[in-house]
């Protein structure tokens, strides 16, 4: 038996996967987040920032260490401010810092 493996873009796979097109919206609306408050974040942290997960109201940054996270946690009012005058309210902001592999 000769079988033929087609392959899909993840779009195309996220189309036809319900759980996988939910992982694709939060991901979209959690870059959307980071992308909202970029501005805001001053340029040396920039690059110490990611977008994490968003899960139920709750969003959380990714960040690269302890002091990033300390000159952060100063901003979270200002984000959430932002965030909310972008219709792109949370309940609140969560940070977490990334291990170091």
């Known amino acids: ?57 709750v969003w959380c940054l990714l960040l690269s260490n302890n002091t990033t996270a300390a000159k952060v946690r100063q901003l979270l009012p200002a984000f959430e401010s932002h965030l909310r005058v972008h219709d792109l309210d949370v309940k609140s902001i969560r940070l977490k810092i990334r291990r170091q592999e």
């Open 1 to 57: 038996m000769n079988r033929r493996h087609s392959s899909v873009t993840l779009l195309q796979a996220s189309k036809s996967n319900p759980g996988l097109a939910r992982l694709m919206s939060l991901q979209h609306e959690s870059s959307a987040r980071l992308q909202a408050i970029t501005a805001l974040i001053p340029d040396s942290l920039r690059a110490q920032v990611q977008a994490g997960p968003l899960e139920d109201g």
